[in-house]
């Protein structure tokens, strides 16, 4: 009986041993996608507003930054300005050029273009602008802490 439990104990940590470079073979994960070489996005994607990336964000400030070769790049949308054409790297971004963005009045709500012209290739994203939020209390309406309420 016992030459059989070693039998059987050898046998499996046998087969262990032989089955641990294939298992260690097929974990091997393939090599790292390589970066695209431009790209163009409203806001930055920090760690504190990752949520903000191609978003339009009203009453506050606005960038677009891009990654071109090349000089002179430019950014075009049909519902934004662009100023302040700044080279050099962003804080946590890899990107070559920002521009200070402001919306064009009387934009509604939707989804629009982002383009930044390179001297080599055009990118383009695609960037959403929230519906204007409520921004005057209206007339008549109840204040807290005012006394209104009071009965």
């Not at 940590?13 to 470079?21: Q, Y």
């Not at 709500?109 to 695609?126: F, I, K, P």
């Amino acid at each position: 009986m016992r030459k059989t439990v070693v039998f059987v104990a050898a046998a499996v940590f046998g087969a262990t041993a032989l089955a641990a470079p294939a298992t260690a073979q097929q974990s091997t994960s393939p090599a790292p996608a390589t970066p695209p070489p431009g790209f163009v996005q409203l806001n930055a994607n920090t760690a504190v507003n990752q949520t903000l990336v191609n978003k339009y964000v009203r009453d506050a400030p606005n960038v677009a930054l891009a990654k071109c070769a090349g000089d002179k790049p430019t950014f075009t949308s049909p519902v934004l300005t662009f100023s302040n054409y700044t080279p050099g790297p962003f804080m946590g971004v890899d990107a070559n050029v920002s521009a200070d963005v402001a919306l064009k009045p009387g934009t509604p709500a939707g989804t629009y273009e982002l383009t930044v012209s390179c001297s080599e290739q055009n990118y383009t994203t695609q960037f959403t602008v929230p519906a204007p939020q409520v921004s005057k209390v209206p007339s008549g309406a109840a204040k807290a802490g005012d006394g209104s309420m009071a009965g």
